[in-house]
């Protein structure tokens, strides 16, 4: 199209009749261009837009068409009688080449010939040429027949190239099928040697790939039955091997009679080593600590590494049980001497439980678990001790077993409760707050001191929920006005501050109720300030942001830096009540009751004295300018129905004042 259209613009340049040339070149050029863009564009489309394509492909066909015929139409009147038979047979030869490249798409061949044909038939029209005319038509309807056929045909061509391309496949497998039962019946001695041999090394090859396979079945079955009973980190046997060990050595100690012991060792401050040093560290210190308990054992027993910092340690045909003590001690020994790992000189306890066959049981999975039960009553002693496995034990472990499935359903259950102890001004004999205090009444064991419970829930991950059932029921009681308007303090763990965020659930929680976040206290202990400090400074920030006041709990109890106080927005110290116990005829809680005061007051931080219980204490504490008293002298934890009593009840006297 191209080609003709730029010989079309030469002829009638050379003939000084090119004015209208500028739009019919242009025009060739969209449309010419247009298409081969479609084109491009539809080997890349989805399917789906095919279609969308393929319009656009025969509009550009049809302003192609179009762009000839407007051509031959506005030289209508061309009196060049050679160039306007020149632009005809252009028509016509395009209209003739046009059916072996569109007629394929009958669409795409109509739109592209019937603007040009209707162009030619208008001209010899409007030229007084009926017949020429005539002729157009009839040339139109011979074209479009000669088109419909060629398409016909394309497309049975088509189908039989798509059949003869299927018979071609269907004659070679034929052939290839022939050629092997040919293959089969040659009965000349040469060609069967031929395909005997062949069959001969085919059957060679398979059998050394199938030589191959089994070795490498074999190769992963070690692998797999390695890993199965083997800990692939110290190269020691894993807890399911020393289980069937365990299994085997017990049935021979019950036809020998013999005496035989199972140790469980756990290494002290592990995690701290792997945390401050690192995992690779960690993982060749048990390297080590396997090297020196293989040292230390005798050749008949048997050790296995049970999982993390954990060995189990089987030791047979014991002449009596102070065999195993003499074990233990050598194994705390061992281990308790310095690492050298990686540059870092490494300290590292160890802490062993030990049970007896037959005396504490004759089951392999109880053995161990007495053990480990063992072991960690070794652990409360302290670093670096071994004990023996007893029933007691066992009963602790059952109790606290139980106590901990109540404490799973004890919220759902409404079991928990709240009380509120007052908190007096001895100076205007008024209520400066309460704190609340958690209660547990359970159906099974009664009601249980929060001492019990609260490491439980801490240890099991409840205190989450519990600590904010805690907030919202603080909040409602607040909320109804039942505390006056004086301020209610809440005990937080040290693992819900942790929480990310935790004091914007707060906010919420306080935005939700709309209560004063001044009359919101939160306490905290000094376990929060000796982990992350900067953690625990960026969360006290934000509660203090909040309107919130903090106090600091428990305060002359542990090791609590008074730089921190500087550092954080601590609002109340609260003193201990181990320095309030018998204050007055101690002379050495006197003098550190008395700093504490100073360094508060210096700082504009208020005091709340927890414990005080005889008046003999009270009047001290006021002598050492002692303001907010907590404890029993005024008033026990009340329930939530006493509150109204209490603030309608007149406060006892000091003697000060």
Known sequence: MLVVGLLVWVAFTYAQQHKHFTWFILLLFLSIGGRVLVIIYVKKCNEKYLSTFANFYVFGTFILGLDFAVLS?????????????????????LITAAISTLAVWMRAYIAFVLPQLIALFSVFMLNENPYAAVTTVLYLIFMMFIARNFNIKFKEGRVLIDENIKLMSDMEKEIVSRKKAQTKLEEYQEELEIVVNDRTRALEKINENLNEQIQKRLIIEEELEYLAYYDELTDMPNRSLF???????????????????????????????NDSHGHFIGDNLLKEVAKRLKSVLRDSDTIARNGGDEFVILSES????????????????????????GGHVI?????????????????????????????????????????????????????????????RVALDRNEFFLVYQPQVNIVTQETYGFEALIRWNSPEFGVISPVKFIPILEETGLIYDVGEWIILEVLDFIKSGKSNNTKVSINLSA??????????????????????????????????????????????????????????DDFGTGYTSFEYLTKLPID?????????????????????????????????????????????????????????????????????????????TPKKSTQSN
């Open 73 to 93: 139409y506005v030289y209508f009147d061309l009196q060049n009688i050679e160039l306007r038979t020149f632009l005809t047979i252009v028509n016509l030869g």
């Open 347 to 407: 300290h590292v306890g160890s802490s062993v439980g030990i049970s007896l066959y037959p005396l504490d049981g004759d089951d392999a999975l109880e053995l161990i678990k007495m053990a480990d039960t063992a072991m960690y009553e070794a652990k409360k002693i302290g670093s670096n001790n071994f004990q023996f496995y007893s029933s007691a034990m066992s009963n602790q472990i059952k109790d606290r077993l139980k106590l901990e499935n109540a404490l």
């Open 243 to 273: 289980i069937e060990t365990l299994k085997k050595s017990l049935l021979q100690a019950k036809r020998n009679g013999s005496l035989l012991g199972v140790m469980f060792v756990d290494l002290d401050r592990f995690k701290k080593i």
């Open 572 to 648: 109340v110290i609260k003193i201990d009540r181990s320095l309030i116990t018998d204050i007055h005829v101690k002379k050495n809680l006197q003098n550190i009751v008395k700093a504490i005061v100073t360094m508060s007051e210096s700082l504009g931080i208020e005091n709340v004295f927890e414990g005080v219980e005889t008046a003999d204490e009270l009047e001290m504490v006021s002598r050492l300018n002692g303001k907010v008293i907590q404890g029993y002298y005024f008033s026990k934890p009340l329930e939530i129905d006493q509150i109204d009593s209490w603030f309608n």
């Open 318 to 341: 014991m002449k009596d049980a102070r065999e195993p003590f003499v074990i233990a001690n050598k194994i705390i020994e061992v281990i308790n001497q310095k690492f050298e790992i």
């Open 495 to 552: 693992l819900q501050c942790g929480v990310t965020n935790y004091s914007t659930q707060i906010k919420r929680f306080i935005d939700n109720t709309g209560v004063d976040p001044s009359l919101v206290e939160f306490e905290i202990t000094e376990s929060l300030l000796i982990g992350d400090f900067s953690q625990a400074e960026m969360f006290l920030t934000d509660i203090s942001n909040l309107g919130c006041t903090i106090a600091l």
